[in-house]
């Protein structure tokens, strides 16, 4: 029998067996590597998020940017119209701009919340039933549709912008 082993039948709990300072030490190192390493990788997940978000909103402003340049463009071709200019670069212009408003929105379609997908839809089809109009357009007696889209377009694009901005957590 051991001294620190209470007599056999007497009633009294065996005594705790010691602890190691062995375990002590190693279970301390263990939970400072674990807290280091989940702080570590709590860090990296954080970078990578803000890295994600900061490319959506470039993503995001590029394409907001692309339909702002829209409107001054279409006025100096409405203007060209009805002054008879021209209509060759302006109509180009316009139509390099609808063509980089469609591609940059195949980039940011994910960012629209999914309730609001339908505004992406509605706002690249109007974009083509301009584009068709503008065709069309080449008197100010004929510029009639191409305004009707254009007002359209203005008024989906502010829709979309809203529903952009609200996708990646943007001040509307």
């Known amino acids: 029998m051991s001294a620190a082993a209470p007599p056999a039948g ?3 709990p065996p005594a705790a067996a010691p602890v190691s300072r062995r375990l002590i030490v190693i279970g301390f190192i263990a939970s400072t590597l ?3 390493a989940l702080g570590g990788v709590s860090s990296w997940v954080l970078a990578e998020r803000q890295t994600t978000r900061a490319e959506e909103i470039s993503q995001v402003n590029r394409f907001l940017k692309s339909t702002e340049d ?3 463009l279409m006025r100096r071709h409405v203007q060209n119209i009805v002054h008879g200019r021209s209509l060759d670069h302006s109509r180009e212009a316009l139509l390099q701009n609808m063509q980089n408003q469609h591609v940059l929105l195949r980039g940011v379609r994910a960012y629209v919340p999914t309730d ?4 992406a839809d509605t706002y690249e089809e109007t974009l083509v039933m301009t584009a068709d109009a503008l065709d069309d ?7 009639g549709p191409l305004l009707q889209q254009v007002s359209n377009a ?3 694009k502010q829709k979309l912008a809203a529903a952009l901005r609200k996708g990646v957590g943007l001040p509307e």
Do not use: I, M, W, Y
């Open 137 to 143: 357009a080449d008197k100010p007696l004929t510029a």
């Open 34 to 36: 674990l807290t280091t």
């Open 70 to 72: 829209f409107e001054p």
């Open 154 to 156: 203005v008024s989906e």
């Open 116 to 119: 609001l997908r339908s505004q």
């Open 10 to 12: 007497s009633g009294a």
